[in-house]
């Protein structure tokens, strides 16, 4: 089988193509042939080892996937040869098959595509977990999406449409926010062009916001916190932006704000009940047609390195897929 492999540090093109010997499935796993790879931002980061996570050499980058069940190791219960299914790993997906533990799977319906399936995981399932478990955001309060146009970002716009918010987008240009207006965003922000603390407060009419969400960091944080209304919630997702801001926590204590980490990954090993049940309802509401799952575009493997490079510029808006 032919695997992207990562075998040195670096950037994209670093990466290379390789010929492995297909996976066996041992107990309690699957082995799954790869139609659709997705990749993230942090794939970026990973393959550079400046990621939380830092495989031993080489590893395959990709954190989920869609594919067929070509095989079942012992013990296997719950899942059948030729199911479709989502896989879901901190790395090593993209490659043409792999042998994962079927508690790394999730049944994909009908009227869900390998196209939406693939890249459902991480970034919906990071944003449903913060805005339904961290933030508990509820019908009628205001969310501010920082970085909407991108992978989470705009699955938070979609997912808090869709849970009953007022959603502000926040991204660096017209044509980002277009997007995410297209998404279920009812007001923006252009924080490229306007002091992003003065337009929330202008567009909340000096109430603050109930959430923020924010996979960005670097110089809009703190602006961000500020813009908070009583009892507000700031979701802490990544640092896209490269800077991991040190915030005044006398804000914090002014408002009664909550500051909520969301490490998705430490949920889905922690909490897996609700991992599942966060998974299910995903998939209901793109089956519904309620949740897109917007795809940027799909990639042969081949193209890695563009593939990786929409990513790195941050010019992607949706999810970036490769078929191996």
Same mark, same amino acid.
């Given at each position: 089988?032919?695997?992207?492999?990562?075998?040195?540090?670096?950037?994209?093109?670093?990466?290379?193509?390789?010929?492995?010997?297909?996976?066996?499935?041992?107990?309690?796993?699957?082995?799954?042939?790869?139609?659709?790879?997705?990749?993230?931002?942090?794939?970026?980061?990973?393959?550079?080892?400046?990621?939380?996570?830092?495989?031993?050499?080489?590893?395959?980058?990709?954190?989920?996937?869609?594919?067929?069940?070509?095989?079942?190791?012992?013990?296997?219960?719950?899942?059948?040869?030729?199911?479709?299914?989502? /896989?879901?790993?901190?790395?090593?997906?993209?490659?043409?098959?792999?042998?994962?533990?079927?508690?790394?799977?999730?049944?994909?319906?009908?009227?869900?595509?390998?196209?939406?399936?693939?890249?459902?995981?991480?970034?919906?399932?990071?944003?449903?977990?913060?805005?339904?478990?961290?933030?508990?955001?509820?019908?009628?309060?205001?969310?501010? /999406?920082?970085?909407?146009?991108?992978?989470?970002?705009?699955?938070?716009?979609?997912?808090?449409?869709?849970?009953?918010?007022?959603?502000?987008?926040?991204?660096?240009?017209?044509?980002?926010?277009?997007?995410?207006?297209?998404?279920?965003?009812?007001?923006?922000?252009?924080?490229?062009?306007?002091?992003?603390?003065?337009?929330?407060?202008?567009?909340?009419?000096?109430?603050?916001?109930? /959430?923020?969400?924010?996979?960005?960091?670097?110089?809009?944080?703190?602006?961000?916190?500020?813009?908070?209304?009583?009892?507000?919630?700031?979701?802490?997702?990544?640092?896209?932006?490269?800077?991991?801001?040190?915030?005044?926590?006398?804000?914090?204590?002014?408002?009664?704000?909550?500051?909520?980490?969301?490490?998705?990954?430490?949920?889905?090993?922690?909490?897996?009940?609700?991992?599942?049940?966060?998974?299910?309802?995903?998939?209901?509401?793109?089956?519904?047609?309620?949740?897109?799952?917007? /795809?940027?575009?799909?990639?042969?493997?081949?193209?890695?390195?563009?593939?990786?490079?929409?990513?790195?510029?941050?010019?992607?808006?949706?999810?970036?897929?490769?078929?191996?």
């Amino acid at each position: 089988m032919k695997a992207l492999l990562c075998t040195r540090l670096g950037g994209p093109d670093d990466l290379t193509i390789a010929e492995l010997p297909d996976p066996v499935a041992g107990p309690g796993e699957a082995m799954v042939r790869v139609t659709l790879a997705a990749l993230n931002f942090f794939d970026t980061l990973i393959i550079a080892g400046r990621y939380q996570v830092k495989p031993e050499l080489p590893f395959s980058p990709g954190g989920e996937a869609c594919g067929v069940i070509e095989a079942l190791g012992d013990g296997v219960t719950g899942f059948a040869i030729g199911d479709r299914v989502i /896989v879901h790993q901190t790395f090593g997906t993209c490659r043409e098959r792999i042998a994962v533990g079927t508690r790394h799977l999730t049944p994909v319906p009908e009227g869900v595509s390998d196209e939406q399936a693939a890249g459902l995981t991480i970034t919906y399932g990071t944003s449903l977990h913060a805005l339904r478990d961290r933030a508990r955001l509820q019908p009628g309060e205001t969310l501010a /999406v920082l970085g909407a146009s991108g992978g989470v970002g705009l699955a938070a716009v979609e997912l808090g449409a869709i849970m009953g918010a007022r959603v502000i987008a926040c991204a660096s240009s017209e044509a980002k926010l277009a997007v995410a207006r297209a998404h279920g965003a009812t007001m923006a922000v252009d924080y490229g062009a306007e002091n992003l603390r003065e337009a929330l407060r202008r567009l909340t009419e000096g109430q603050g916001v109930d /959430v923020i969400y924010d996979p960005i960091g670097g110089e809009h944080a703190e602006q961000a916190l500020r813009s908070l209304g009583w009892k507000g919630r700031y979701l802490v997702i990544g640092f896209a932006a490269g800077d991991i801001p040190r915030i005044p926590l006398n804000l914090a204590l002014l408002k009664g704000i909550d500051i909520q980490g969301v490490h998705w990954g430490v949920f889905v090993e922690r909490e897996p009940d609700a991992h599942r049940a966060n998974q299910e309802q995903l998939l209901a509401w793109v089956a519904e047609g309620r949740l897109t799952a917007k /795809v940027h575009g799909v990639h042969p493997l081949t193209d890695y390195a563009e593939a990786l490079g929409i990513l790195k510029r941050r010019e992607a808006v949706g999810k970036v897929l490769l078929r191996p």
